[in-house]
């Protein structure tokens, strides 16, 4: 019986060498964009608590952009893959073109939105009922830094979509460097303009976000340089702007199997942009502490983010090559490790959690729930790791409509609800509201189990 567990939920050697290939890029990709987002927080937090939450808010609205250009990307993405996996470069261009106008697009309704309706968005945030915090103050602080980084939404949309494409062709290394030296940029000009060190002024949160924005335009200049300059390796790059054409049916098959995932990744992020909302009801502090908890807990949870993400290009490459019992097999084994490795990230995060908070140029108030925070999310972490490695599976074969039920639908029709109850209609303090609504994840597991299990998602979709 141990030998038969073993077999099916681990690999061999060759299997965690390619599920690594891919992932590991990925993981040192993302990890050097969240340690250096956390010593960003931390150069934002040492201001103060207004200035720690209006960028905390103000990001909260750039977060709901980030997510629909993912979501764009990832429901064109399905394609691309399993194009890849054809070995069809003719339609993994016509792909990357549909990704570059689409994003686009959504890079200019954002820009829109944010510009008429930024005030009364980032007051949707700023309640009474906390010891600390000035609400006029942190309401200025918000404005003042969206303004600046809506200059750089355009530019990062255009980025992923050349870096989606190359990992699509399992080129992970260039948007690791790419992204890497940008994170780097970021924190050196955060450093520099948030402080007014060498000479430049002590700008605050407006140094902080003109440093990003410098980020966003060297991450996109290297990785359009390099791609235009290695076409024949990756020969779909090669004429894309010569044509904006892109084959009708495409159009219409990306669409209809697409636009489900891009209105999910939408609808997920603005569901949980409400529950930031409702946290916010019980004041400043929760939104700083909650603030200070996210930023940490992406950090500790890169390791399951990113084996789960391999999951989109291993599995969708099989799919594609029409290898459905090894799909099955490798996406079983992808899920076990990413919950198995992730119990050794949950404990550390525990184990650091009443220390962290103490970095934050802030009240004992927001520290204490910062730590209180971090431990649930330690406690949720696999939970969370097991429902993020389904919802990649049920992606790779293009079941976009269940990945909608069980992703956005799940977050609309339950989390959000209990958390609105909650907050609207008892007094319950913040950290066992947050127990509660945190627990829903449970609910979420036992869906993806039963789609996962189902076998739907072993579908062929560029025959």
Same mark, same amino acid.
């Given at each position: ?14 299997? &965690?060498?390619? !599920?690594f ?6 993981v ?13 927080? !931390? ?16 990001n909260?609205?750039v ?7 993912f979501g764009? =990307?990832?429901?064109?993405?399905i394609?691309?893959a399993?194009?890849?996996g054809k070995g069809?470069s003719?339609?993994?261009r ?12 959504i ?27 000035? /609400?006029?103050?942190?309401l ?12 750089? /939404?355009?530019?990062?949309?255009i980025?992923q979509?050349?870096?989606?494409? =190359?990992?699509?062709a399992k080129?992970?290394?260039?948007p ?5 030296t940008?994170? !780097? ?8 303009l948030?402080f007014?060190?060498l000479?430049?002024?002590a =700008? ?15 991450e996109? /200049?290297?990785?359009? +340089?390099?791609?235009?300059s ?19 049916? /495409? ?10 995932l891009?209105v ?11 529950l930031?909302?409702?946290y ?10 909650m ?8 950090l500790?949870? +890169? ?9 989109? +290009?291993?599995?969708g ?16 084994? !992808? ?22 908070p ?18 649930i ?9 097991f429902?993020h490695?389904? &919802?990649?599976t ?6 976009t409509?269940?990945?909608?039920l ?13 958390? &609105?109850?909650?907050s ?6 913040i950290?066992?509201m &947050?127990? +509660?609504?945190?627990?829903t ?5 036992a869906?993806g ?13 560029v025959?």
């Open positions: 019986m141990e030998k038969g567990f073993t077999k099916k939920y681990f690999g061999d050697r060759a299997f &965690y060498k390619l !599920i290939a891919v992932a590991i890029p990925i040192i990709q993302n990890g050097i964009t969240q340690f250096v987002t956390v010593l960003d927080n !931390i150069m934002v937090g040492r201001m103060g608590t207004e200035q720690m939450s209006g960028v905390a808010i103000a909260q609205l977060f709901v952009f980030n997510l629909t250009v764009c =990307l990832s429901g064109a993405g394609f691309g399993q194009f890849a069809d003719t339609g993994m016509h792909v990357l073109r549909f990704k570059l106008l689409s994003c686009l697009l890079s200019a309704a954002a820009i829109a939105a944010l510009l008429v309706f930024n005030e009364p968005l980032l007051k949707l945030f700023l309640h009474s009922g906390s010891e600390e915090g000035d /609400l006029a103050l942190t200025a602080h918000g404005k003042s830094y969206l303004y600046i980084m809506m200059i750089g /939404l355009a530019p990062h949309a980025a979509c050349y870096a989606s494409s =190359l990992r699509e080129q992970t290394f260039i690791m460097i790419a992204s890497g940008a994170v !780097i940029v970021n924190f050196v000009f955060n450093y520099i948030i007014g060190k000479g430049f002024p =700008l605050g949160v407006r140094g902080a976000a003109i440093a990003t924005v410098i980020s966003r335009f060297i996109l /200049l290297i990785i359009v +340089i390099w791609a235009h290695h076409t024949k390796e990756y020969d779909f790059f090669s004429g894309v702007f010569k044509s904006l054409r892109i084959p009708k049916r /495409l159009v219409i098959e990306i669409i209809i199997k697409g636009m489900p891009m999910n990744e939408m609808l997920w992020s603005l569901g949980m942009t409400t930031q909302q409702r916010s009801v019980r004041g400043l502090a929760a939104i700083a502490g603030n200070i908890s996210s930023t940490v807990s992406n500790f949870n +890169i390791f399951f983010m990113s084996v789960g993400s391999s999951i989109g +290009i291993i599995v490459n099989l799919l594609g090559a029409n290898k459905f019992e090894e799909a099955r097999d490798t996406d079983r084994k !992808i899920i076990a490790l990413s919950v198995f490795s992730c119990l050794f990230f949950a404990v550390l995060l525990a184990i650091a959690s009443p220390y962290i103490l970095l934050y140029n802030t009240g004992d108030e927001v520290r204490s729930l910062a730590s209180r925070f971090l431990i999310s330690a406690c949720m972490m696999p939970f969370n790791a429902t490695a389904c &919802y990649f049920l992606r790779s074969g293009g079941q409509k269940i990945t909608m069980f992703d956005s639908c799940f977050v609309w029709a339950v989390t959000v609800p209990v958390a &609105y109850v909650l609207r209609f008892t007094a319950i303090p950290i066992p &947050y127990i +509660i609504v945190s627990s994840e449970l609910i979420k597991c869906l189990y039963y789609f996962v299990k189902s076998g739907k998602w072993l579908v062929n979709i025959k």
